[in-house]
């Protein structure tokens, strides 16, 4: 099985759809419109049998049991929830069978757990790459001060990320730099 999609996630977004949509039809098709097939949908004969919340469950499960757990089905199902800005207004107002509020309420707080389970993602991934590049940085530093040691220099350029940095090590040049920083401050700390 692949990657799962958020619990939190996937509950907002069947509250989405249940107070966007109102015939069991129009659930079928967004689901559609997502890129659900026919192994995750349902007969039409069957899912007239059902109640709004037990379709969407069924797919949803469907979904689940695919190979790659519907990953992109769901993402896709995400970006046009947090997207969506129409109310027919058939079943909003005529009807009144949903309410707009309530549905406009539903993808705010679609878009907030999306924008918190990125932010988390994105500080999970910086802190990944801030223990590669401590690790490398270690790997670099051992490997700097074995090429110090052999050739007797003091101050090296280390490029890394871009930038030049100037390292000081204990080898052969490290008083001399010491001093001129005492004394004529110094530029390469």
């Not at 109102?22 to 007239?48: A, H, N, Q």
């Not at 069924?58 to 947090?82: A, V, Y």
């Not at 100037?166 to 008083?175: T, V």
Request: net charge positive.
């Amino acid at each position: 099985m692949g990657t799962t999609f958020p619990k939190d996630i996937m509950d907002c977004m069947k509250g989405c759809i249940l107070s966007i949509f109102w015939p069991k039809k129009d659930i079928v098709d967004f689901m559609k419109k997502v890129g659900c097939t026919s192994r995750e949908l349902m007969p039409e004969s069957e899912y007239k049998e059902l109640h709004r919340a037990e379709i969407v469950d069924k797919i949803f499960t469907n979904l689940e049991k695919r190979n790659d757990s519907g990953i992109g089905q769901f993402r896709c199902m995400l970006k046009e929830l947090t997207e969506w800005n129409y109310f027919d207004p058939y079943y909003f107002q005529k009807l009144n069978k949903l309410s707009e509020s309530e549905a406009k309420r539903n993808i705010s707080h679609l878009k907030q757990l999306q924008e918190i389970r990125d932010y988390k993602i994105k500080q999970e991934r910086q802190r990944q790459e801030e223990q590669e590049t401590d690790g490398q940085e270690e790997k670099d530093d051992n490997n700097h001060r074995i090429g110090c040691r052999s050739t007797g220099a003091g101050i090296c350029d280390s490029i890394r990320g871009g930038s030049v940095r100037r390292r000081r090590d204990r080898c052969a040049g490290f008083q001399e730099h010491d001093a001129r920083r005492s004394t004529a401050g110094c530029r390469y700390t």
